[in-house]
């Protein structure tokens, strides 16, 4: 028996929280002076501190304390004035010391929020609390099909990513977002990632792992006012998964609770190739951590006045800068999503500030552009033309020394990598023929060309003109501007 999402969606209420593990980019690791850049051979990055060898002893890093407060008062947060790492002890092999520093019961940041906008509304997510960890290394599993240990000959442990300084941030529970909670929870990863980005604390790549998700999902049958038993999704590694997560675990869990059954407390691997999560390991209750302060660390006690100084150092948030840009482009909510998830923002910006208007930027990247950088499989910034290049393009339109034909060919001429736009313009004569004397020629040949349509538009039937308008765009090799070819047309019958 399966359960759309829509069948799904009628007998129960989704409920999603989002835990999302971010690297800091830090030059060196939390605990020691180890170099933390990504892609190093491995094993290269390590020292007796983040490999946990007898009587080493960790000293924190005072920029990840300061990127973590960041954070924080990015996102609303109440600042500990004193606080403490925790211990929380495990046995994993990438993890060498057998337990890991993070913090606990006295986190760094708690009780804050983020505005996020889905489908043209704005939601707040509350935000639960904001702390700090070290990283764990990484297993390669070698000779098995999958990847994973399972079949496989034999394991390597690479630990240079151990001891990164890794920031976890946890939402509170979001109900009441129905058919959208999928999309939300896409959403609020998205506005996440473009706030750390904007705060300079972490270059939140996916693919490379520095801004990695976990999704917890739980339905609670309409009416009811229970909340059912959670599952946590791991292995969320790009924001279009982060949607499709939500939307198979509801899918999942409906079925299993219309059946009779109990949804199992556990935590689940999403698989990117089917869409679809299966089961982990059931999940740890905090208690099987023992967590208890960590004692080779002193407390964590910011000043008051050094958070103030962090915060009035705070640069324009997403959510500010987007209420500006909506305002200065005159765009709705929804409009300036779509620019936003075209990934086109910072490049309608720039093209503005290289001399385009708003509404001529936005008409290229997402028209013209988005659709060859589709055609080629490209992001959009991607595309081999730079907002510099666009602008001019627009400003060849405005100036009516381009049409939008030959303003399409010289922009594939640019993606060709044929020069600057003025430069194909002169090489290719791509201009507009705005020569008067050399287009009422072309008119006079044209109206020669079809006396009888010239008497029907002589007659008042100026429906006719097109006929003639047409051949002389073609007689240009469309290089004419069709609005004037008109005017003279209509001029010279008159
Ligand atoms: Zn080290």
């Given at each position: 028996m399966t359960v759309t999402y829509e069948e799904a969606l009628q007998r129960y209420e989704p409920v999603f929280g989002l835990e999302t593990h971010v690297e800091l980019s830090t030059r060196t690791k939390l605990f020691c002076g180890c170099p933390t850049s990504f892609g190093a051979a491995p094993n290269s990055q390590v020292c007796p501190v983040c490999l946990g060898l007898p009587g080493s002893l960790p000293v924190t890093n005072q920029t990840a304390i300061e990127y973590t407060i960041r954070i924080g008062l990015a996102l609303n947060c109440d600042i500990a004035t004193w606080c403490r790492f925790a211990r929380k002890n495990y046995f994993y092999p990438d993890m060498p010391k057998n337990f890991q520093i993070s913090q606990y019961d006295e986190p760094l940041c708690t009780d804050g929020y983020l505005d996020i906008v889905a489908g043209g509304t704005t939601v707040r997510v509350g935000i639960e609390r904001v702390h700090l960890e070290e990283d764990t290394g990484k297993s390669l599993h070698v000779g098995g099909a999958t990847g994973r240990i399972h079949g496989a000959e034999y394991s390597l442990v690479d630990y240079n990513r151990a001891g990164i300084p890794l920031v976890e941030i946890v939402t509170k529970p979001v109900p009441g977002m129905g058919f959208l909670a999928p999309g939300v929870a896409k959403a609020y990863v998205t506005e996440l990632r473009d706030l750390l980005r904007s705060l300079g604390?972490?270059?939140?790549r996916m693919e490379e792992g520095s801004l990695r998700c976990d999704v917890n999902t739980s339905l609670s049958l309409r009416g009811s006012g229970v909340w059912g038993t959670r599952t946590e999704t791991k292995n969320v590694n790009s924001l279009r998964s982060v949607e499709r997560a939500v939307r198979s675990e509801i899918e999942r869990q409906a079925m299993v609770l219309d059946s009779g059954s109990r949804v199992i407390q556990e935590t689940r691997h999403f698989h990117e190739d089917t869409g679809v999560t299966t089961s982990g390991r059931s999940k740890e209750e905090a208690q099987d951590y023992r967590y208890f302060p960590e004692p080779d660390l002193v407390p964590i006690a910011p000043p008051a006045a050094w958070v103030e100084q962090i915060r009035a150092g705070l640069p324009e948030l997403p959510s500010a800068r987007r209420a500006r840009l909506q305002e200065e482009w005159f765009l709705s909510a929804l409009d300036f999503e779509a620019l936003r998830n075209a990934g086109a923002v910072d490049l309608v910006e720039k093209t503005v500030l290289a001399g385009a208007s708003p509404a001529e930027a936005r008409k290229w990247w997402l028209g013209e552009l988005a659709r060859r950088a589709n055609d080629a499989g490209l992001q959009l910034g991607a595309l081999a033309i730079t907002p510099a290049q666009v602008a001019r393009v627009a400003e060849l339109v405005a100036a009516g020394t381009l049409n939008d034909r030959l303003a399409r060919d010289v922009i594939d001429a640019v993606l060709a990598g044929e020069g600057e736009p003025d430069e194909i313009v002169a090489a290719r004569g791509l201009a507009v023929v705005s020569d008067e004397s050399a287009l009422t020629k072309a008119v006079d040949e044209a109206i020669a060309a079809h006396p009888d349509v010239a008497a029907k538009i002589r007659d008042g039937k100026l429906t006719a003109v097109g006929v003639l308008v047409g051949a002389v765009m073609k007689a240009t090799q469309r290089k004419a501007d069709p609005t004037r070819v008109r005017e003279l047309i209509l001029k010279r019958l008159s």
């Open positions: 604390v972490s270059d939140v």
